[in-house]
């Protein structure tokens, strides 16, 4: 499945991110690519409090430290910050809790047995974004990515 949902506000971002954390599971992979300031972190942090205001505090960028661990009431985030790093071994989180990849692409990871939604953000305006969705191997979240 491949839409386009446009965003015009954070409050905007917030709903949508909203909407999808109620159909997560916890073993979904979510791809996330843009330039600097697209979003992504934003994204994983409205994601992350949503799926537990309790570890909404937990969340920054993992630039220095590559990956993140958040503790939610639900399901482990492990959230991940591939701007310098060119290889990263997920074969011991994948499947285990909600993986979110910042500065991904598309193809990187191949696996049929998980969810994966990748999402391409554009920058069009202060807080204006178009979100290029594509899902794999995920039908149940359908609804809440329109």
Same mark, same amino acid.
């Given at each position: ?69 958040? &503790? ?7 959230? $991940? %910050?591939?701007?310098? !790093?060119?290889?990263? *071994? @997920? ?10 990849? &910042? ?7 191949? $696996? %049929?047995?998980?969810? !994966?939604?990748?999402? *391409? @953000? ?25």
């Amino acid at each position: 499945m491949k839409t386009v949902k446009k965003i015009n506000s954070l409050q905007e971002l917030k709903k949508f991110v909203e909407k999808l954390s109620r159909c997560l599971k916890g073993d979904e992979i979510i791809l996330l690519k843009g330039n600097l300031a697209a979003g992504k972190t934003t994204f994983t942090k409205f994601l992350v409090s949503s799926i537990d205001p309790e570890a909404e505090d937990q969340v920054n960028s993992p630039t220095f430290s590559v990956m993140n661990e958040y &503790e939610t009431s639900k399901f482990p985030v492990y959230h $991940i %910050d591939l701007y310098r !790093v060119k290889e990263f *071994d @997920f074969s011991d989180i994948l499947g285990h809790g909600l993986v979110i990849i &910042e500065w991904a692409e598309d193809n990187m990871i191949d $696996i %049929d047995s998980l969810p !994966v939604i990748f999402i *391409d @953000f554009e920058i069009t305006g202060e807080n204006e974004r178009i979100l290029r969705i594509t899902l794999r191997n995920g039908d149940y979240l359908k609804r809440c990515l329109k």
